[in-house]
């Protein structure tokens, strides 16, 4: 009898207890809204008298020693009257960290420089709260200047209204990051060119074969930046989208330009004929079976092999996978080659169309008591040197220099600014480096101070090579085709809720599926039916469904 | 009457001993466990647990009906009861520890295969996938003399599975031996002298003295390892994952980390952990009478 | 017990201790040579390591990579708090384990089934991430020492290996014999019990240990003040470092002078971060001594 009384007593106060503790755990909003003053729009201090405190949510990384005593952060404390508390999470974890302070009720005013779950967080919990009323400009002038040459409805949710400052990070080269890398100097000692269309690119491997039998004529990895081979020689016959925006898988969902609708072009007979050429060279032994399995870093290990034996490799940078310092001979044996040429002659280079616009850059939650204030906090870092002071220091003259005489930019224009105190891999306390937001329009970039007439091949012309091989092998052939990345996509939390399992399925079918094809593991002419009937199967109609559906949605939106 | 009375006042100082232990597991294991409840609910921050709609099984079936739910929920069994089968390698390393002579050889074989396991799983992957890459690989390179053409140990299916239960083997095995070996420490020394003493060989002795003394050892970890067979942990087996040899090395915990990074859907990851919970716990407990029954040892 | 010499073993026993020796020998190179490997590495040129050159011993020996490590101010802190943590962590875990292995190894304790039961489930039933994170906000515990100690402060599954050693290491006769000397539950664990619980308690000591060493986790959850920062995150952080986002820096070729480090540093790392628990073993290995229950039950 005592035994069973305990056993119900102890269950029972535990399940009271637990019910009680996380009861309380709905979110309660602030009564006191203690409002204050603030001076005169665009003039600093923005605290009228004294200062306010504000909470933070950013990415803290290994060479920011400290946000707390950071000079920029006492030189914005200074400058804006705002004393700011940081929280912080590491570049691969901050997710779970801010889910966990996001749902526990004690979360800060501002997160700032990593994109939350606004859908969720923002859209359905409001805990995000909409900026519409606040982007004016008393609030934010250098913002709003910035996105005039944007298009500033990236920022809207699917409920129509704005939930985060857009960020703007453009980087030329990044936006043709697709590219390949040839050893110039094998094609030199065999006496051939640089391939370009589908059957001279053939021929080469064949050569290549014969003249170093144990080489590797194709390497790629399937994790690196841009290094998956198989993807940029398909721009031969159909154009292979990034990973789609909604879910971060590879769906293949892309958008037609033309007809603004969504197509996946896992199921088209362009990317089917784009893996038949690929088995072929499979069949070869061009394609080295590794390259569906590997890390990039064991991508580097093949390239960088004292026999030398690769001949292609896939890369955003020739700097992945060949270190200039310790192995500039090598390193200088690579050149970038353009895009190759389809039987029906297409060429794709693969381009990025929204100019690194981003949208989730700063959200202000609904603890904040003076969103205002928190605002145009943020605005500095969108102001002439707001960015520059962020990354490299505030001290004008000895971190950075505007308009330097006598410099030029990467372009060829005249400079607009230089940087004094460059970027640092050690930990430092004088700048926030690269954590925070970036407001690098294409003109910014490009306006940095560089010594044009540098070495491409030296360590310091890495910009400068990725330069060249973008304008000249890559920007030519951007415009080849009606098909373009799903830049943007807002999807409700119900919809991700519904078709997440979904995609990632479909990423999978459609990934095992093409490298079957490839090896000849599977028949790709008698199995293609059977692929297009299981990817039916596992919901690929419904998820483009949703995908239309959201963005028409943003279409509409921004028509208003 | 005195022997009764000592029974009772002794099992009070048995709960006050205790005591401490019992309130820690109530805030820290039983509150917190009453989130398990997110499985059920379509969870708002907003309305709080008890406020948020009630969804019943709904991720539960997200779950169990997507279209690759059976392969991977076999693909984690078949890899768990593989594992089982290498249950009784970090015994027998104990028992060859402790049969050796040799102090300082002992010491040093003990601290070698134990240090694997602070290796983090991390540096292991790459460690792995560099020494058995096709090309440069040195396991490659060997093979290679013998005469065997490279092995995609990674890309191909059929050797995936071993190379994740062996390679879990030679990250373990060191480490579990301890406790084996701190309980053959323990085996009465007498028992052994009159093993000696009756002319028993080494291995007669290990046979009747030795297993037989650590034997409860052997069950109480037997019957936890049963209980552990669903529960393929995701950080070694997510980054030894890729495209061909994802139809083996989908499981549980990878597929539902997929998709719940996808979105920050709680309700789903928590379902998901609660069928591994509930089949990890059945099992355990089916287990756990078996032994009861058959031998004097079991966990409750 | 006097040693026996090889030579007068029988026939039986020699070929038991050589393939005894043989299979530990085998098992000994098969686990040593990744690890020779990674202390090689870390001593050698990165490109070295990169091309595939590093095979057993270090080629171009260097110690860029251990500069690299050492160069960050915030390694001190970092070993300082993993002590910490280590030691006051390790305390409260056998503290913890002792009194509830204990009592659950006591037949004559009625609640023994009820209780073992109790903590069993809890290792297989968890609320999850979420809602232990507003537990430990609510307690006051966040961006403290404490919440990287009390938390974790006792392992179901340690315990219970904990029990069954008591449970079958000290005989039954002991107790009876406390028993009539007027010896309560509570004075027969601290004077029999512990002292005869050494090789568990060095066991638990290494179990907990390793695991609180390695946690990363926790600290990434619970802590903001870099200050309170253990060594295996930070040392993370650094790793994590090397590999930039090449979008977000505006300079392409600092970039890449850090990839150059990248691999540096993941080995050093490694060696910098696990041999001081490595260390631990040594010390731990002197309880782990057979005979410990001689005399105990003679008299």
Redo the contacts between chains.
């Keep these: 009898m005592r035994?069973i009384l305990?056993?119900v007593s102890?269950t029972g106060?535990?399940?009271v207890?637990?019910?009680s503790?996380?009861?309380?755990?709905?979110?309660k909003q602030d009564d006191n809204e203690k409002k204050v003053e603030l001076n005169k729009a665009g003039t600093y201090p923005i605290v009228k008298d004294g200062t306010i405190n504000m909470t933070m949510f950013t990415m803290?990384?290994?060479?920011v020693?400290?946000f707390a005593t950071n000079d920029f952060t006492e030189f914005m404390e200074k400058k804006t009257g705002i004393k700011m508390e940081?929280?912080?999470?590491?570049?691969?974890?901050w997710?779970?960290?801010l889910?966990?302070i996001?749902?526990?009720?004690?979360y800060p005013d501002i997160i700032f420089g990593v994109s939350p779950?606004i859908?969720?967080?923002g859209v359905?919990?409001?805990?995000i709260i909409p900026l519409d009323d606040y982007i004016t400009e008393e609030n934010v002038p250098n913002y709003l200047r910035v996105m005039k040459d944007y298009d500033m409805d990236i920022t809207r949710e699917t409920d129509g209204k704005i939930y985060s400052l857009a960020e703007v990070?453009d980087?030329y080269?990044?936006s043709y990051g697709r590219k390949l890398w040839v050893n110039k100097h094998h094609l030199d000692e065999m006496g051939v060119g640089v391939p370009t269309t589908t059957d001279e690119f053939m021929d080469v491997c064949k050569k290549f074969l014969e003249y170093k039998p144990d080489g590797?004529a194709v390497a790629g990895a399937?994790q690196g930046?841009f290094s998956r081979m198989q993807d940029w020689l398909m721009g031969a016959y159909t154009f292979i989208p990034s990973k789609s925006a909604a879910?971060?898988?590879r769906d293949f969902a892309a958008v037609n330009m033309d007809t603004d609708k969504i197509v996946d072009v896992a199921t088209t007979d362009e990317y089917k004929e784009g893996l038949k050429f690929i088995k072929q060279l499979y069949d070869m032994g061009a394609i080295?079976?590794?390259n569906?399995?590997?890390?990039g870093?064991?991508m580097?290990?093949?390239v960088?092999?004292?026999d030398e034996?690769v001949l292609f490799f896939a890369d955003?940078?020739i700097?992945?996978s060949i270190?200039?310092?310790?192995?500039n001979e090598l390193y200088r044996h690579y050149e970038a080659m353009a895009p190759i040429k389809g039987p029906d002659g297409t060429q794709i280079a693969w381009k990025e169309r929204n100019s690194?616009l981003s949208s989730g850059g700063v959200c202000i939650t609904d603890k904040c008591k003076n969103p205002e204030a928190a605002l145009r906090w943020a605005d500095f870092f969108y102001s002439e040197t707001g960015d520059l002071s962020s990354?490299y220091g505030p001290e004008e003259g000895k971190d950075w220099e505007l308009n330097p005489k006598g410099k030029v930019g990467m372009d060829g224009n005249p400079a607009l600014y230089e940087?004094l105190n460059?970027?640092s891999?050690?930990?430092q306390n004088h700048d926030w480096q690269?954590v925070g937001i970036?407001v690098?329009p294409r003109d910014y970039?490009m306006g940095?101070a560089m010594d044009i007439d540098v070495d491409p091949y030296s360590?310091?012309?890495?910009?400068k090579l990725?330069y060249d091989a973008t304008k000249e092998l890559y920007e030519p052939y951007g415009e080849n085709t009606n098909l373009a990345n799903i830049e943007v996509l807002k999807v409700t939390?119900e919809e991700?809720?519904d078709m997440?399992?979904?995609?990632?399925?479909v990423s999978?079918l459609i990934?095992?599926n093409?490298?079957a094809f490839m090896t000849g593991e599977k028949d790709i002419d008698s199995e293609w039916d059977k692929y297009l009937d299981a990817l039916d199967?596992?919901?690929l109609p419904e998820l483009i469904k949703t995908y239309q559906t959201a963005y028409d949605r943003m279409h509409s939106q921004s028509k208003e | 009457m005195q022997k009764k009375r000592k029974k009772k006042s002794s099992n009070w100082q048995f709960w006050a001993i205790i005591a401490l232990p019992v309130i820690y597991a109530?805030v820290f294991a039983?509150?917190?466990?009453?989130?398990i409840i997110i499985g059920f609910k379509d969870y708002?921050?907003?309305?709080?647990?008890?406020?948020s709609d009630w969804v019943g099984l709904k991720y539960f079936k997200?779950f169990l009906t997507?279209?690759?739910s059976l392969l991977v929920i076999k693909n984690t069994f078949i890899l768990g009861i593989y594992t089982l089968f290498t249950f009784p390698v970090p015994i027998l390393l104990a028992i060859g520890i402790n049969e050796m002579r040799s102090k300082w050889y002992k010491k040093t074989v003990q601290m070698v295969t134990y240090a694997p396991y602070f290796i983090s799983v991390v540096v292991l992957v790459?460690m792995m996938?560099?020494m058995m890459?096709?090309?440069?690989g040195i396991i490659n390179v060997l093979l290679g003399k013998v005469g065997i053409g490279p092995v995609?140990f990674?890309?191909n299916p059929k050797v995936f599975r071993s190379l994740y239960v062996w390679s879990g083997v030679w990250q373990t095995a060191g480490y579990s031996s301890i406790i084996y070996v701190a309980a053959l420490s323990g085996v009465s020394s007498e028992l052994e002298e009159a093993a000696i003493v009756d002319g028993a060989s080494r291995f007669q002795r290990i046979l009747h003295v030795d297993l037989p003394s650590i034997w409860p050892t052997i069950i109480i970890m037997l019957i936890f390892s049963c209980g552990n067979i669903i529960s393929i942990g995701m950080d070694k087996i997510y980054l030894m994952q890729?495209?061909?040899?994802?139809?083996v090395s989908?499981v549980i915990s990878t597929?539902v980390y997929?998709?719940?990074?996808?979105?920050?859907?709680f309700?789903?990851s928590t379902a998901a952990g609660l069928f591994q919970s509930l089949v990890s716990f059945i099992l355990l407990i089916v287990v756990n009478q078996v032994c009861k029954k058959f031998t004097e040892t079991s966990l409750w | 017990m006097k040693k026996s010499k090889f030579r007068y073993m029988s026939a039986g026993d020699k070929t038991f201790t050589v393939a005894n020796y043989v299979f530990l020998t085998l098992i000994f190179v098969v686990i040593l040579y990744p690890l020779i490997y990674v202390v090689s590495a870390s001593f050698s040129?990165?490109?070295a390591v990169?091309?595939?050159?590093v095979v057993l011993f270090p080629v171009r020996p260097t110690l860029k990579g251990y500069k690299a490590v050492f160069?960050?101010?915030?390694i001190i802190t970092g070993f300082i708090n993993s002590f910490i943590y280590l030691f006051a962590g390790t305390a409260l875990n056998l503290v913890m384990t002792m009194l509830c292995a204990y009592p659950l190894s006591r037949k004559e304790f009625?609640?023994r089934g009820?209780l073992s039961l109790?903590f069993v489930f809890t290792m297989y039933f968890s609320g999850g991430?979420?809602?232990t994170?507003?537990?430990v906000?609510?307690l006051g515990l966040?961006n403290t020492r404490a919440a990287m100690i009390i938390p974790s402060a006792m392992s179901t599954y340690n315990m219970i290996i904990c029990r069954t050693y008591i449970m079958n290491t000290i005989p039954d006769e002991l107790y009876e014999a406390s028993q009539l000397d007027g010896c309560t539950p509570f004075r027969y664990l601290l004077s029999v019990v512990m002292p005869l619980s050494k090789p568990i308690m060095a066991v638990l000591t290494l179990y907990y240990g390793v695991s609180r060493w390695n946690d990363y986790?926790t600290a990434?959850?619970y802590l903001?003040k870099?200050k309170l920062q253990p060594l295996t995150?930070?040392m993370?952080?650094?790793l994590?470092?090397?590999k930039?986002?090449?979008?977000?820096?505006?300079?392409?070729?600092?970039?890449?002078?850090?990839?150059?480090?990248s691999?540096l540093l993941k080995y050093s790392t490694i060696v910098v971060a696990s041999l001081p628990v490595m260390l631990l073993y040594p010390f731990v290995q002197k309880y782990l001594v057979k005979g410990v229950m001689i005399g105990s039950v003679k008299g």
């Design positions: 035994k305990k056993k102890v106060l535990t399940a207890l637990s019910i503790m996380l009861a309380g755990c709905g979110s803290s990384m290994p060479n020693e400290d940081f929280i912080t999470g590491g570049r691969d974890d997710s779970d960290k889910n966990m996001l749902q526990s009720d004690d779950d859908a969720k967080y359905k919990e409001g805990i990070n980087c080269h990044c590797i399937e930046w879910f971060t898988v080295y079976d590794g569906f399995t590997q890390t870093e064991q580097k290990t093949l960088n092999q004292p034996p955003g940078t700097s992945d270190d200039s310092v310790s192995n690194g990354q940087v460059a970027y891999a050690e930990t690269d970036r690098a970039r940095q360590p310091e012309g890495l910009e990725l939390d991700s809720t997440s399992t979904t995609a990632v399925e999978k990934d095992e093409a490298v199967k596992a919901g | 109530i039983y509150i917190p466990m009453g989130g708002s921050i907003r309305k709080g647990i008890l406020g997200q997507s279209t690759n790459g996938m560099q890459d096709l090309r440069s995609n990674f890309g890729n495209s061909m040899n994802a139809s989908e597929f997929k998709v719940g990074v996808v979105n920050s859907n309700g789903y | 040129d990165p490109q990169i091309s595939g050159e160069q960050n101010k915030k009625k609640a009820f109790f991430m979420v809602p994170y507003i537990l906000n609510k966040l986790f990434m959850l903001n870099d995150t930070i993370r952080e650094i994590i470092m090397s930039v986002d090449m979008t977000k820096v505006a300079d392409a070729s600092a970039v890449s002078k850090l990839q150059g480090m691999d």
